[in-house]
Structures are given as C-alpha cells and as structure tokens.
C-alpha cells in the first residue's frame, strides 16, 4: 500500500505534463513555410527565351515567344500551388527573406528544386 501512493503521484505528474504540452503545442504552433528562388526560375527561362529571339523574326514567330513566356508564367504558378499543398505550408520568394542564420538553417525549407521537377527541367 506504501508504494501505491507514490506510483500514482508519479503517473498523474506525468499525465499532467503531457496535457499540458499538448495544450501549448496546440495553441503555440510552428509556421510552416517554404522557400522558392522564384527569380532563378525567371532568369533559366530568360536565357531560354532570349536564345529565340532573333532579329527579323515575323510577327507571329514574335508572338509565338511571348506567348511561350506567359505559359511558363502560369506553369510556375501552377507548380508553387502544387508545393504548397503538398506541405501545406505557405511558399515565400527567397528574395523576400532579408536574412537567414549564418548556418544557413532557418526551418524553412528549399523547394526551389522540386518547382523544378514540377516543371520538367530537371
């Protein structure tokens, strides 16, 4: 009977602390974001498109580039909607982050790549 009371005190101790932590997780969570070099993306396709143009080219050989330029636009769009629903997290340009930790490791992952695999360039 001696070691009931100490073992019972024990485990409401711990039952309570795990309440408790559930309860500030919950009510303390983390942000999920991402982060994208959305700029890179534009400059790959930039080159791209520049190698195109070429002087004389007909008004419609024009349009045909511009034409592909605004359907890479919406691919990109298309392919950071993706990302985040698969993580379910917000997706911020990396141009946006003023400043990381010198390690380079703020919890905010890279998918700048798996845009890329989104759009076949990889």
Same mark, same amino acid.
């Given at each position: 009977?001696?070691? $009931?009371?100490?073992?019972?005190?024990? %485990? #409401?101790?711990? #039952?309570v602390?795990? *309440?408790?932590?559930?309860?500030?997780? =919950?009510?303390?969570?983390?942000?999920?974001? *991402? =982060?994208? !070099?959305?700029?890179?993306?534009?400059?790959?396709?930039?080159?791209?498109?520049?190698? =195109?143009?070429?002087?004389?080219?007909?008004e !419609?050989e024009q349009? *045909?580039? %511009?034409?592909?330029?605004?359907?890479?636009?919406?691919?990109?769009?298309?392919?950071?909607?993706?990302?985040?629903?698969e993580?379910?997290?917000?997706? #911020?340009?990396? *141009?946006? &982050?003023?400043?990381?930790? !010198?390690?380079? !490791?703020?919890? $905010?992952?890279?998918?700048?790549? =798996?845009?890329? #695999? &989104?759009?076949?360039?990889?």
């Open positions: 009977m001696s070691m $009931i009371r100490p073992l019972a005190v024990g %485990f #409401l101790s711990v #039952l602390s795990v *309440a408790i932590g559930l309860m500030w997780s =919950r009510s303390h969570p983390v942000p999920r974001m *991402a =982060r994208v !070099d959305v700029g890179s993306l534009y400059e790959e396709q930039k080159k791209t498109l520049s190698a =195109r143009l070429k002087p004389g080219m007909t !419609d349009k *045909a580039v %511009f034409q592909a330029a605004t359907d890479y636009g919406k691919r990109v769009d298309e392919a950071l909607s993706t990302v985040a629903r993580c379910k997290c917000a997706v #911020l340009n990396t *141009a946006a &982050i003023v400043r990381l930790p !010198d390690s380079g !490791d703020a919890g $905010i992952t890279d998918a700048t790549d =798996r845009v890329r #695999l &989104i759009l076949g360039q990889q």
